[in-house]
């Protein structure tokens, strides 16, 4: 069952053309890395995913619903870009994380306001939904491993444990798809490993997941299919063994080539 499927996805800043009609499509539970240089077009394929950047052409399919279509964005109302964005969950390179509210707060915020904008809920509604979500973030915290830096706020904990809350505040909201964008770049190589074993640990979930990456050990093991890009096109797709142990294009070639000191 097809969960994603982009076609012509294409975007320019100005005369640079970025994405240069990007078609790929992956299936429920499948995990799809990306890799590349910087500059190839990586994360601002994620940002068009997620309605960060306005796409110039192409659309966006979730589970057989046509969720972006670059030719309707502009009509897009607030209320609908939000809802298309909850289709697809974004972890950032650096957290963002709001410093003035602890890790509970962090997770609940989004799914808590949510709550309390809906007028069809009386006020004893709002109270039981508000305690089930604080619930369900505690045992989402758990299962990444921070039960106890529930009340912590994000200066009391390290890199590591808040791209985990990250993580997690990307969890409660259930979107049908999970993205990562470079999830350990900002991180040093004891941190990087403590997070991406929580995202390995993810895949046992059945969840959809697409991952832009640096890491290429870790794309190899975990993918269940890769995709290379370089300059703004999909140079070369395939799983983890087509990609990595018989690598088709000289650029591909040149890029692990380059890489070897990562495996």
Do not use: W
């Given at each position: 069952m097809i969960m994603l499927e982009i076609k012509n996805l294409r975007k320019s800043?100005?005369?640079?053309?970025?994405?240069?009609?990007?078609?790929?499509?992956?299936?429920?539970?499948?995990?799809?890395?990306?890799?590349?240089?910087?500059?190839?077009g990586k994360t601002t394929l994620l940002r068009c995913l997620n309605l960060l950047e306005k796409a110039d052409e192409g659309t966006v399919s979730v589970n057989g619903e046509v969720i972006i279509d670059a030719k309707e964005e502009d009509n897009y109302t607030d209320n609908e870009i939000r809802d298309k964005r909850l289709k697809m969950g974004l972890v950032f390179q650096q957290f963002n994380l709001f410093p003035q509210y602890n890790v509970l707060d962090n997770i609940t915020l989004a799914p808590?306001?949510?709550?309390?904008?809906d007028k069809s809920l009386s006020k004893e509604e709002k109270a039981e939904r508000i305690e089930?979500?604080?619930?369900?973030?505690?045992?989402?915290?758990?299962?990444?491993?921070?039960?106890?830096?529930?009340?912590?706020?994000?200066?009391?904990?390290?890199?590591?444990?808040?791209?985990?809350?990250?993580?997690?505040?990307?969890?409660?909201?259930?979107?049908?798809?999970?993205?990562?964008?470079?999830?350990?770049?900002?991180?040093?190589?004891?941190?990087?490993?403590?997070?991406?074993?929580?995202?390995?640990?993810?895949?046992?979930?059945?969840?959809?997941?697409?991952?832009?990456?640096?890491?290429?050990?870790?794309?190899?093991?975990?993918?269940?299919?890769?995709?290379?890009?370089?300059?703004?096109?999909?140079?070369?797709?395939g799983t983890p063994e087509e990609i990595f142990d018989n690598p088709k294009s000289e650029k591909l070639k040149a890029f692990i080539h380059k890489s070897q000191d990562n495996f």
């Open positions: 800043f100005g005369s640079t053309e970025v994405l240069k009609g990007i078609d790929f499509s992956l299936e429920k539970s499948q995990v799809l890395s990306i890799i590349g240089s910087s500059g190839s808590i306001t949510r709550v309390k904008k089930a979500i604080k619930s369900e973030a505690r045992d989402i915290l758990a299962s990444v491993g921070l039960s106890e830096k529930a009340s912590s706020y994000p200066c009391e904990i390290s890199g590591g444990q808040q791209q985990r809350v990250a993580i997690a505040r990307a969890l409660i909201l259930k979107p049908e798809i999970l993205c990562f964008d470079e999830p350990t770049s900002a991180l040093d190589p004891e941190l990087t490993v403590e997070v991406l074993k929580v995202i390995k640990e993810l895949k046992t979930g059945e969840r959809t997941m697409v991952i832009v990456t640096h890491e290429m050990e870790f794309a190899k093991n975990v993918s269940d299919k890769v995709i290379f890009m370089a300059d703004g096109v999909i140079e070369e797709m």
